[in-house]
């Protein structure tokens, strides 16, 4: 079962981010962020990293999911 | 026909790709690299994987099909696995967003197949007086034919797929606003 990103689209709208932003950000296609939000794509340590430091969250903020 | 022709066919050939890779290599700053990131590299892997079974399967087929359809498709039998895994590997990678590099302008791409599927066609065309089949065996032309019904195909897919991203694009924004 794929879990949907939802604090990926809070903090990129916490930014005032749209998806084509970030994504145009972190040089990504705004399909890639849209995957990621979804649950569909796991992205490697890079691009949660470039994602992180774009958005000012840490990893644990965006990518650690509750139980 | 003889050898002059079929040199300076290949000669033509030669020239014509050496002018795409240099066009290519212009149109990216950094000596012709593709951008793509993870995802769409990811993609692109499967796509291929999923090509290769295609063409490999395909490949298979003049085992089980009529020797009379065989024989009469002559040559252009080994030309179908090619265009099957090219056909795969184009699909998948256009309904998985990863057939474009990031941030490609797909209204050029849309013309560049247009014009790649015109000109295959009317090289198809050309062939129309001497007819396309000789001696109960199918013409070499066809395969112009094929690329052209292959370009438009492509063109089909990558319009739909233009308009679903536009919509869902726009889903995503109203949702951003919101």
Redesign the interface.
């Known amino acids: 079962m794929t879990m949907k990103n939802l604090k990926l689209k809070a903090a990129r709208?916490g930014k005032d981010m749209?998806?084509?932003d970030l994504?145009?950000a972190v040089?990504?296609?705004?399909?890639?962020i849209?995957?990621i939000e979804k649950g569909d794509?796991n992205?490697?340590i890079?691009?949660c990293l470039s994602i992180c430091k774009t958005l000012g969250k840490t990893l644990d903020e965006i990518f650690w999911e509750d139980e | 026909m003889g050898p002059v022709y079929y040199i300076s066919m290949f000669l033509v050939v030669l020239i014509i790709c050496f002018l795409c890779v240099t066009l290519a290599r212009k149109c990216h700053s950094d000596g012709g690299k593709a951008k793509y990131?993870?995802?769409?590299i990811l993609a692109r892997g499967k796509g291929y994987k999923y090509a290769f079974y295609a063409a490999v399967f395909v490949s298979f087929l003049p085992i089980v099909i009529p020797d009379n359809i065989v024989h009469f498709l002559g040559s252009i039998i080994y030309f179908v696995p090619l265009f099957v895994g090219i056909m795969v590997y184009i699909s998948y990678c256009i309904w998985n967003?990863a057939y474009l590099e990031?941030?490609l302008n797909i209204k050029s791409w849309i013309i560049y197949m247009v014009l790649i599927g015109l000109f295959n066609i009317c090289l198809f065309l050309l062939h129309i007086k001497t007819g396309y089949v000789e001696n109960g065996v199918i013409n070499i032309s066809v395969v112009n034919l094929m690329m052209g019904i292959l370009c438009f195909i492509v063109l089909v897919e990558l319009i739909f797929k233009y308009a679903f991203?536009k919509r869902?694009?726009a889903d995503?924004?109203e949702e951003?606003e919101a």
Not at chain 1, 27 to 32: C, I, K, N
Not at chain 2, 37 to 40: I, N
């Open positions: 709208a749209s998806q084509a994504a145009s040089g990504v296609s705004r399909q890639t849209n995957s794509y992205p490697t890079k691009l | 990131d993870e995802r769409q967003d990031i941030n991203d869902r694009e995503d924004d951003f």
